[in-house]
């Protein structure tokens, strides 16, 4: 009986619903089922005078839990959705998104209890108030009190209370919002990240939820896009559900620490710029120090050593990441660990491969990478266009000097083609060279602009044709024997007098590749790493009249001979390794050992 009521709630396949509820499950399939329970009885008991249709989207992360299979079992009229691996809470509500056909989205935390008329109340709520572009109930907690009447969006002062202070304290008076008056609707910064029904309409205009950043920051982020596009939040503070609260995350209490730190950093370099993220970085890393030691103190008198390791080991994973991790590398450990298997057996392809297989084996791997690492950072950055803004900013500061309307440029490595483009507004011609299709998809671009897919070693352009060639990150991607064939190939292309600016990482601070992570030298696609004075000497075979070495930073540099540079690379081979990797580690030893390397013809 309770069956065939259920069904008539859901309409047929094809047809339209007012709320599409989805519903991210890891691990808790008995706090889904209650969820989904809780969804359709709060439905058939409501008091409410309208009806809605509703669908209900499940998608599972790769649970553990083999009940999960059961859902649709016990609730025929879901949809439910099993990935082969755990794509993270973003991708799979964007999953659940794309496929739903509610006028209303309603992302929803397994970990939660629909109260009647709840549903019925925020579709009204948005039917009805036409500049709504999300809305969310009175959040309480298992016993009774309130959780969440909505929240304020992140700033600095937040932030400094959050890192500084007893989370309570924090709770009380900086995040979250109160309201005397419990009756009327009212407007917030942010919704519940446990609760969230935007309406469909605003997904269409901003988009969907930002998949590159860490859990927990994904919510904060879209309400403040939704209100940058001119949409107002609000909370119904007279309907209700119930949030247990951190199911999922209890799972991996360490990784949900490491994550609530991200959390700020992530929303404010993306929203805010650099100086707001750099100041988070700094709150983290001296909040941190203070918390590992008062823990250390406290927990050892009582002698708690299981929490106080735990704990610890948390602060500890933060505190590393906050020193050494870059804005640019938000996947999980277990995503970077996917790609460094891939990329780590297709580089040994390329490494044990002969001449004539890799003239066709560069453009089949690099397709084949970008291809099987769909979370790549190079994939995503070319759709990041702050990002690349800023990046193509950085090189033509440094290009700038040797440009001029003559100019005949050849970019080697192009990649996504954003600096050759910038720069053809500076020049007569500008030529791209790429080894992968995937990466370089450019099918339109400035009229004196060129783009060729190479085999790895060729330059594709008349001999004494090109004043200058610029390559960024490539030279540590070729094979050795490569390297030295494309070498002379780019020393035929430039005319007399012409330059070739190599810019590669130092392999005496690497390695630089995914496999930083992992090894003690570069087993990734960085086929061979190399010291500025072994670089040096090949230019010098090659043919290369004249060596020198850029060294600055934000666009101001000094042209030298290689002489300071191979001092410095001397005496750290001396060093024993771990001491060696400290020292070229550090900021100004790595600014003077980035290799920034001109060759004159």
């Not at 086929?527 to 020198?548: N, W």
Request: aromatic fraction near 10%; charge should be positive; proline fraction near 3%.
């Amino acid at each position: 009986m309770m069956q065939m009521q259920l069904s008539e709630l859901m309409v047929k396949k094809n047809k339209k619903f007012d709320v599409s509820v989805i519903i991210v499950n890891w691990n808790v399939t008995n706090f889904t089922k209650a969820c989904l329970n809780s969804i359709f009885n709060s439905i058939h008991n409501s008091l409410y005078k309208i009806s809605i249709s509703i669908e209900v989207i499940v998608i599972d992360n790769n649970s553990s839990d083999e009940n999960v299979k059961t859902l649709k079992e016990i609730f025929p009229n879901i949809k439910l959705i099993i990935n082969k691996t755990n794509k993270g809470f973003a991708k799979a509500c964007n999953q659940g998104i794309k496929i739903s056909r509610g006028r209303y989205i309603f992302l929803l935390n397994p970990d939660t209890l629909i109260h009647a008329g709840c549903l019925e109340a925020m579709v009204n709520f948005l039917n009805l108030k036409k500049d709504a572009g999300g809305v969310t109930p009175h959040v309480l907690n298992p016993d009774g009190s309130t959780q969440s009447l909505g929240r304020k969006l992140p700033t600095l002062r937040n932030a400094f209370i959050l890192y500084f202070f007893p989370y309570r304290f924090y709770k009380k008076i900086g995040f979250l919002k109160r309201c005397k008056n419990l009756r009327e609707a009212f407007e917030i910064e942010a919704l519940s990240g446990a609760t969230m029904m935007i309406r469909r309409k605003v997904l269409d205009s901003i988009g969907l939820l930002d998949e590159g950043l860490p859990m927990y920051a994904e919510d904060i982020d879209i309400c403040y896009r939704i209100r940058k596009a001119g949409w107002r939040l609000y909370c119904l503070p007279n309907v209700s559900i119930t949030h247990i609260g951190g199911a999922s995350s209890r799972m991996v209490p360490i990784k949900a620490k490491f994550n609530s730190y991200k959390t700020f950093h992530a929303y404010f370099g993306k929203n805010h710029g650099e100086v707001s993220a750099l100041l988070i970085r700094l709150m983290i890393i001296t909040s941190i120090v203070i918390r590992i030691i008062a823990i250390f103190i406290f927990n050892s008198l009582k002698g708690r050593k299981e929490y106080l390791f735990n704990e610890i080991k948390a602060f500890k994973i933060v505190l590393r990441w906050s020193l050494k991790i870059s804005n640019s590398e938000q996947r999980t450990l277990n995503e970077i660990k996917e790609h460094y298997k891939i990329e780590k057996k297709l580089a040994s392809r390329l490494r044990n491969s002969t001449r004539k297989e890799r003239k066709y084996l560069y453009s089949a791997i690099y397709d084949e990478l970008f291809q099987r690492v769909y979370n790549h950072p190079q994939s995503k950055r070319k759709f990041d266009i702050k990002y690349q803004a800023q990046i193509v900013k950085k090189q033509m500061r440094l290009l700038k000097r040797f440009l001029n309307l003559e100019t005949k440029f050849l970019e080697v490595g192009a990649g996504d083609c954003a600096l050759a483009f910038k720069v053809a507004k500076f020049v007569k011609k500008v030529y791209g060279v790429d080894v992968s299709k995937e990466i370089a998809k450019s099918d339109s671009g400035p009229i004196n602009f060129n783009l060729f897919i190479s085999d790895g070693c060729s330059i594709p352009v008349l001999q004494n044709s090109i004043d200058i060639v610029y390559s960024n990150q490539l030279m540590e991607h070729l094979h050795p024997d490569d390297a030295i064939k494309q070498l002379q190939n780019i020393y035929k292309a430039l005319v007399p007098g012409g330059i070739y600016l190599c810019i590669t990482p130092n392999r005496l601070n690497g390695p630089h590749d995914i496999s930083k992570y992992f090894d003690e030298v570069a087993t990734g696609l960085h086929l061979k790493e190399y010291m500025a004075t072994e670089l040096a000497s090949l230019f010098k075979r090659i043919g290369f009249s004249k060596i020198r070495v850029l060294i600055g930073v934000k666009g101001l540099f000094f042209s030298f001979s290689i002489f300071p540079i191979k001092l410095v690379e001397s005496l750290l081979q001396k060093l024993s390794l771990s001491l060696s990797r400290k020292i070229s580690r550090s900021y100004p030893i790595r600014i003077i050992l980035g290799i920034k390397l001109i060759g004159i013809k």
